[in-house]
């Protein structure tokens, strides 16, 4: 099952589970799913509108996805494995958490904006700290 990262049973696989879970939410419409490459011009249009960005992977071994969130002023709300948890800096710039807590702060976020402005900012005053987390 989906415990142990198979959902196969889905049409689409995971970005099917996905859909499922919050196809009877008050964020359905809100909510894009990105399962395929998208263009830059495209991600750039994704990212001005969103509020946040969501990477629930099991395994992300550096993090690329949540550097260029970052890079684009919007909240990480990721989970707590793999290299994301190495340059943000869990509830100051980002969210690292069991994937059991995501919803949870995808819920109080998406209903506070004071809260969003003040992690933004934190984003955008801590830039060069989190560029030297990066630096390979």
Request: aromatic share 12%.
């Amino acid at each position: 099952g989906e415990e142990s990262g198979n959902f196969s049973s889905y049409p689409n696989g995971i970005f099917g589970y996905i859909k499922e879970q919050i196809k009877d939410t008050d964020v359905r419409k809100r909510i894009f799913v990105i399962p395929h490459f998208i263009t830059k011009i495209h991600l750039t249009q994704f990212y001005k509108k969103a509020l946040f960005i969501i990477l629930p992977s099991r395994y992300e071994p550096f993090g690329l996805v949540s550097m260029e969130a970052l890079f684009n002023n919007k909240i990480v709300i990721s989970s707590c494995f793999g290299g994301t948890k190495e340059f943000i800096d869990n509830n100051v710039t980002g969210f690292t958490l069991p994937p059991d807590k995501i919803k949870f702060i995808a819920s109080k976020l998406s209903n506070n904006p004071k809260l969003r402005k003040k992690i933004e900012k934190n984003i955008k005053k801590n830039r060069s700290e989190i560029i030297q987390k990066i630096k390979i």
